[in-house]
């Protein structure tokens, strides 16, 4: 009991139950309270875990941008599909971190993230999708999983040069995988990640107490999809023309054999894509979601947006980058979702690699450490009104500019682990939400009064809660 007690001079935070500690937590709202009864920095303990919560900006900034606090946490490695579990981007540490990271964005880059040429193919999706949604005829429905499969596309053609059908039957498993893991993917899940002397239970035992197997089937899955992409690629590839991340990388692989030293193993290949996959696609599939609600929500916005866009755009075009500082209010728009919504309600977890501080505070080796994204993104020290949807916060006094936001922002995460996709999520978000306005005019039923905020947070992340919503066609489909 005694050994479970607080570090001295550890952040302040709720009252240790010996052994247990407390559970993690995901909800914006406990983290709110906390916030408000322990202050900017607030630490927690699950088993033997310590956890640090971050509430301030500044302070979270400064924190990630420090080397000691760029690794990851160990327990990533329960969802990690290498089988020495120590490859990838988004959960490894060290050099394979860093040979990995190097990989992909150079790899994203010249697979044209941040480039007009990519545009073209994301603009075939946004067509795909307004065509999808036109299918539906003005029928009442919930978020398509049309949302889901345009992001998986532009992420699957770059990786694995693969596109689906907005209806194809082969992405429904992984879908109802996702579906079933956000909805019983709980942090009592975690647990056996958190206590370790709880792995030693009989796994039917820890999977009925727990809900972990959820992770394993999610991981069992998704190598399934990933061995399949990779062997269809050594199959038929050719050194002279890799066309796509997974080339490069059998590429670099071939050259580098005979080399003990080299980190390009089949492996890491496999955590790469199995990260991308779902960073790529998950992600922009629930902003997506977002935008809709907010479309519907606001409906005074859509209308200023639409007369942004028939002013600057002839109707048979689809927007493209270009036409971005003639629609400002188009990209203020989706910034604003990107705060408000603070889909991520945390930024991902961090560890700290050493004994150190934070603000005076001690902070052990290896505690956990979590940035509150939500509650920094309704900050009223950095925000005006923070709980008012208001995109023209991000617009110049003219209103015919947008300025992005200097600070009080974290939607992509800071420092060096910052989100790889960034730009990427960008135009995806630009592109798609403008082919939506640009074509429907988004309503709830008639009658349905959608102005009181439902949300759910399903591991970690916020969502709207399911709604019905009316796509209502503008213009004539001759485009
Ligand atoms: C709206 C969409 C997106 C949001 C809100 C988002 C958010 C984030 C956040 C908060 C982080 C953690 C950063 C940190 O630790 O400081 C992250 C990391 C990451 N994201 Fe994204 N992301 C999005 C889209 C994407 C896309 C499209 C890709 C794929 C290309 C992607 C790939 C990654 C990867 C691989 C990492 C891990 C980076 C690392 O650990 O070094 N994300 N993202």
């Known amino acids: 009991v005694l050994r479970d007690r607080r570090p001295r001079n550890c952040p302040p935070g709720p009252v240790e139950i010996p052994f247990f500690g407390r559970l993690p937590f995901f909800d914006e709202k406990i983290g709110e309270n906390l916030r408000k009864k322990y202050g900017d920095i607030v630490s927690h303990r699950t088993g033997p875990l310590r956890s640090v919560y971050l509430?301030?900006?500044?302070?979270?900034?400064?924190?990630?941008?420090?080397?000691?606090?760029?690794?990851?946490?160990?327990?990533?490695?329960?969802?990690?599909?290498?089988?020495?579990?120590?490859?990838?981007?988004?959960?490894?540490?060290?050099?394979?971190?860093?040979?990995?990271?190097?990989f992909v964005l150079r790899n994203l880059r010249n697979l044209g993230m941040g480039k007009s040429y990519l545009e073209e193919a994301i603009n075939i999706e946004a067509k795909a999708l307004v065509e999808d949604l036109k299918k539906y005829g003005g029928e009442a429905i919930n978020y398509p999983d049309s949302f889901r499969t345009v992001a998986?596309?532009?992420?699957?053609?770059?990786?694995?040069?693969?596109?689906y059908d907005l209806r194809c039957k082969d992405v429904e498993c992984i879908y109802r995988l996702t579906n079933e893991f956000r909805e019983k993917f709980t942090v009592l899940s975690l647990l056996p990640s958190f206590i370790p002397a709880l792995g030693l239970l009989p796994k039917s035992l820890r999977h009925f107490l727990f809900g972990d197997d959820v992770i394993d089937r999610f991981a069992e899955e998704m190598i399934n999809v990933v061995n399949e992409a990779v062997d269809k690629h050594l199959e038929d590839y050719d050194p002279d023309k890799p066309r796509d991340l997974i080339d490069e990388y059998i590429k670099d692989m071939k050259e580098s054999e005979g080399d003990d030293n080299s980190l390009f193993r089949r492996g890491a290949l496999n955590q790469i894509i199995n990260e991308l996959f779902f960073a790529g696609s998950d992600t922009v599939h629930s902003m997506m979601k977002w935008v809709a609600y907010l479309l519907a929500r606001y409906p005074e916005y859509a209308t200023r947006m639409q007369q942004q866009i028939d002013a600057v755009v002839p109707r048979d075009r689809m927007v493209s980058l270009d036409d971005k500082p003639n629609l400002p209010l188009i990209e203020a728009f989706t910034v604003e979702a990107l705060r408000y919504s603070s889909m991520l309600v945390f930024n991902i977890q961090r560890s700290a690699t050493r004994n150190?501080?934070?603000?005076?505070?001690?902070?052990?080796?290896?505690?956990?450490v979590s940035v509150a994204n939500y509650s920094i993104h309704h900050d009223p020290r950095y925000w005006d009104d923070p709980h008012k949807f208001y995109p023209e916060r991000f617009l110049d006094d003219s209103a015919t500019k947008y300025t992005a936001p200097k600070q009080g922002f974290f939607a992509f995460g800071s420092g060096r682990r910052q989100c790889v996709g960034e730009l990427l999520a960008r135009m995806e978000l630009f592109l798609f939400t403008a082919a939506i306005i640009q074509h429907f005019d988004v309503r709830p039923p008639h009658g349905v009064d959608i102005s009181q905020d439902?949300?759910?947070?399903?591991?970690?992340?916020?969502?709207?809660?399911?709604?019905?919503?009316?796509?209502?066609?503008?213009?004539?489909t001759s485009d």
């Open 55 to 102: 509430f301030d900006y500044s302070t979270a900034k400064e924190a990630m941008a420090r080397l000691e606090f760029a690794d990851r946490p160990d327990t990533f490695s329960a969802f990690n599909v290498d089988d020495q579990k120590i490859g990838g981007v988004l959960g490894s540490n060290g050099a394979h971190w860093q040979h990995d990271r190097r």
């Open 152 to 163: 998986l596309n532009i992420i699957w053609q770059m990786v694995a040069s693969t596109r």
């Open 356 to 368: 150190t501080n934070i603000n005076g505070y001690f902070i052990p080796k290896g505690t956990i």
């Open 454 to 476: 439902e949300f759910v947070t399903l591991a970690g992340s916020h969502l709207p809660s399911d709604k019905k919503l009316i796509y209502r066609s503008r213009i004539s």
